[in-house]
Nanobody
Framework: HVRLVESGGGSVQAGVSLTLSCALSGYSYVSFSMAWFRQAPWKEREGVAG???????SYADSVKGRFAVSKDNAKNSLFLRMNSVQPEDTAMYYC????????????????????WGQGTQVTVSS
């Protein structure tokens, strides 16, 4: 039984940095493609940053140059370094994972993932 647990969210001021973490448990000796998604009130869920099994990363245009995704394959952990956060980054952030290598596919599409965490809230005030 795969379980994803996010942490690191909080209420911060605009301009600071924040790092989200996602710990995956319940599955061993298999690496995953993983991604961060977010959903703000009254908005659709959007892919923020993804990293495939081979390490290839993708970012939403809104976070390019500010956010960085990384993965510890040995620990099946995912991280999102968020620099210079802005009020528009306010959302619930979700970690997602899939054992597929997503070769040739967009890692920011939610339909490719079958494991999801419960989310961690990030609130940015101006």
């Amino acid at each position: 039984h795969v379980r994803l647990v996010e942490s690191g969210g909080g209420s911060v001021q605009a301009g600071v940095s924040l790092t989200l973490s996602c710990a995956l448990s319940g599955y061993s000796y298999v690496s995953f493609s993983m991604a961060w998604f977010r959903q703000a009130p009254w908005k659709e869920r959007e892919g923020v940053a993804g990293i495939k099994r081979d390490g290839v990363t993708s970012y939403a245009d809104s976070v390019k140059g500010r956010f960085a995704v990384s993965k510890d394959n040995a620990k099946n952990s995912l991280f999102l370094r968020m620099n210079s956060v802005q009020p528009e980054d306010t959302a619930m952030y979700y970690c997602a994972a899939v054992t597929n290598d997503l070769y040739g596919l967009d890692s920011l599409r939610a339909e490719f993932y079958n494991y999801w965490g419960q989310g961690t809230q990030v609130t940015v005030s101006s």
